[in-house]
């Protein structure tokens, strides 16, 4: 064993995962063999005790069996061809407006999150249902992609959210609670990017033109029938999942085990139900939940050992001594984190920081819930900032040929939405209501 300072522990582990990311290998290996190695030399053979004792407890939280769940709804909820139907039904109401598709694509990417929560499904339905209908209209590609690409990110920060689920456990506070306190920051982020694409299309109107009356035209009646029949299935999923948390009927792992059933009944009755359908749900969601598993045992190697060496402690005394007393603290977690959204993946970013930041929260005196969705809006950024930015290269993946779009296309498109959540953040610090109101209200946490 070698017997180092916490401060060159924190060194040497921090600085192995600078160096590990510039190597490109999957960061689930980089913290487990970091981790584990450093473990090595400053415990020797105890490290398997400090790890096993802190990996068996997270992997057997008992909020995380809502995972597979949300998981299994937001993959079916993909294959049931909800995302058409809310095109439909919304194209004959907003299509006339400036830069009315894109505000359809964000508005969809709303009512996405709040159903499918899988970024990757969310984004590719956005991408093919999308992109070529604004492009075939004359929309700026820039305007297609960014609507595309921020409304497809909403939903790992609108509940259900994975990264909730996730993030609640490892700081130790209530997923429910997290749920409600998350659900009007990431409204507001909607509406903020809605906001912006009808104020610029209306300066610009070249950059999306409306969509010509005679396209549209079509009787009241029959445009009610089509939102109902595209918005209420989705309003009764949401239902049955946050309604049941809200009002303390059930815990959100049970939640997750209705929103299952209940996506499965809406894919039935969308008429996309089968039995090859479903085992290739039952496929993504395994595949899905292995990786993040895999991200999360790894993590918590890292973690583990980190904290065991002392570097927590190092850690919160560096960021408690940054100028400017609570608020330039505040600010240093989350230049952070910003920083480390561009080169992390968001799993290995809540398993790595999440344990170190929690208690520099509770030491500055703000409340958890409040500071911890702060900490998930802003990791909505993570998403669109290179060079990782899944959201991205999931667009760009996505994108049929015929359209034309490029990388520069979709980069410039993503920063007026980064922008914006810098905003979103300004506001909730102002507001903080805005996050704490619907968790205070809770008829069980």
């Given at each position: 064993?070698t017997?180092?300072?916490?401060?060159?522990?924190?060194?040497?582990?921090?600085?192995?995962?600078?160096?590990?990311?510039l190597?490109?290998?999957?960061?689930?290996?980089?913290?487990?063999t970091?981790?584990?190695?450093v473990?090595?030399?400053?415990?020797?053979?105890?490290?398997?005790?400090?790890?096993?004792?802190?990996?068996?407890?997270?992997?057997?939280?008992?909020?995380?069996?809502?995972?597979?769940?949300?998981?299994?709804?937001?993959?079916?909820?993909?294959?049931?061809?909800?995302?058409?139907?809310?095109?439909?039904?919304?194209?004959?109401?907003?299509?006339?407006?400036?830069?009315?598709?894109?505000?359809?694509t964000?508005?969809?990417?709303?009512?996405?999150?709040?159903?499918?929560?899988?970024?990757?499904a969310?984004i590719t339905m956005?991408?093919?249902?999308?992109?070529?209908?604004?492009?075939?209209?004359?929309?700026?590609?820039?305007?297609?992609?960014?609507?595309?690409?921020?409304g497809?990110?909403?939903?790992?920060?609108?509940?259900?959210?994975?990264?909730?689920?996730?993030?609640?456990?490892?700081?130790?506070?209530?997923?429910?609670?997290?749920?409600?306190?998350?659900?009007?920051p990431?409204?507001m982020?909607?509406?903020?990017?809605?906001?912006?694409?009808?104020i610029?299309?209306?300066?610009e109107?070249?950059?999306?033109?409306?969509?010509?009356k005679?396209?549209?035209?079509?009787?009241?009646?029959?445009?009610?029938?089509?939102?109902?029949?595209?918005?209420?299935?989705?309003?009764i999923?949401v239902?049955?999942?946050l309604?049941?948390?809200?009002?303390g009927?059930?815990?959100?792992?049970?939640?997750?085990?209705?929103?299952?059933?209940?996506?499965t009944?809406?894919?039935?009755?969308?008429?996309?139900f089968s039995?090859?359908?479903?085992?290739h749900?039952?496929?993504?969601?395994?595949?899905t939940?292995?990786?993040?598993?895999?991200?999360?045992?790894?993590?918590?190697?890292?973690?583990s050992?980190?904290?065991?060496?002392g570097?927590?402690?190092?850690?919160?005394?560096?960021?408690?001594?940054?100028?400017?007393?609570?608020?330039?603290?505040?600010?240093?977690?989350?230049?952070?984190?910003?920083?480390?959204?561009?080169?992390?993946?968001?799993?290995?970013?809540?398993y790595?920081?999440?344990?170190?930041?929690?208690?520099?929260g509770?030491?500055?005196?703000?409340?958890p819930?409040w500071?911890?969705?702060?900490?998930?809006?802003?990791?909505?950024?993570?998403?669109?900032?290179?060079?990782?930015a899944?959201?991205?290269?999931?667009?760009?993946?996505?994108?049929?040929?015929?359209?034309?779009?490029?990388?520069?296309?979709?980069?410039?498109?993503?920063?007026?939405?980064?922008?914006?959540?810098?905003?979103?953040?300004?506001?909730?610090?102002?507001?903080?209501?805005?996050?704490?109101?619907?968790?205070?209200?809770?008829?069980?946490?």
């Amino acid at each position: 064993m070698t017997n180092f300072s916490p401060e060159l522990a924190t060194a040497i582990m921090m600085g192995g995962i600078l160096i590990g990311l510039l190597t490109g290998f999957p960061v689930a290996f980089i913290f487990g063999t970091i981790g584990i190695g450093v473990g090595l030399l400053y415990f020797g053979p105890r490290v398997g005790e400090i790890v096993y004792t802190r990996m068996y407890g997270m992997m057997t939280e008992y909020i995380l069996l809502a995972l597979p769940l949300f998981v299994f709804m937001g993959v079916m909820l993909e294959a049931s061809g909800i995302t058409e139907k809310l095109y439909e039904a919304l194209y004959l109401w907003l299509g006339g407006l400036h830069g009315g598709l894109a505000i359809i694509t964000i508005l969809i990417g709303t009512i996405l999150a709040a159903t499918v929560g899988i970024i990757a499904a969310s984004i590719t339905m956005l991408t093919l249902v999308g992109i070529p209908a604004m492009v075939r209209r004359g929309y700026d590609k820039s305007i297609a992609t960014g609507a595309v690409c921020a409304g497809g990110t909403l939903g790992i920060l609108i509940p259900p959210s994975i990264m909730l689920v996730i993030y609640g456990p490892t700081a130790g506070i209530s997923v429910g609670k997290l749920f409600m306190g998350a659900f009007m920051p990431g409204f507001m982020l909607s509406a903020l990017y809605m906001l912006y694409v009808a104020i610029r299309c209306s300066l610009e109107p070249q950059l999306g033109p409306p969509i010509p009356k005679e396209e549209r035209t079509a009787t009241m009646g029959h445009k009610l029938g089509l939102l109902a029949q595209a918005v209420l299935p989705p309003v009764i999923l949401v239902m049955s999942v946050l309604g049941v948390i809200y009002l303390g009927i059930a815990p959100p792992t049970d939640a997750a085990g209705t929103g299952a059933l209940a996506a499965t009944i809406l894919a039935i009755a969308y008429r996309r139900f089968s039995w090859k359908g479903l085992v290739h749900v039952a496929h993504a969601t395994m595949k899905t939940c292995g990786f993040i598993y895999l991200i999360i045992t790894m993590a918590v190697a890292f973690t583990s050992v980190f904290i065991a060496t002392g570097g927590g402690d190092v850690m919160k005394n560096l960021i408690l001594s940054a100028p400017g007393g609570r608020w330039g603290a505040f600010f240093v977690v989350h230049f952070m984190f910003f920083i480390l959204g561009m080169f992390v993946d968001w799993i290995g970013i809540i398993y790595l920081m999440v344990p170190i930041v929690t208690p520099v929260g509770l030491a500055l005196g703000f409340d958890p819930v409040w500071f911890a969705v702060m900490l998930c809006v802003n990791l909505q950024m993570a998403f669109m900032t290179p060079p990782v930015a899944s959201a991205i290269f999931i667009c760009k993946g996505a994108c049929p040929p015929e359209t034309g779009i490029s990388m520069a296309h979709i980069i410039r498109g993503v920063i007026p939405y980064v922008i914006l959540i810098m905003v979103g953040i300004a506001i909730l610090v102002a507001f903080p209501q805005i996050i704490l109101w619907l968790p205070q209200q809770m008829i069980r946490g």
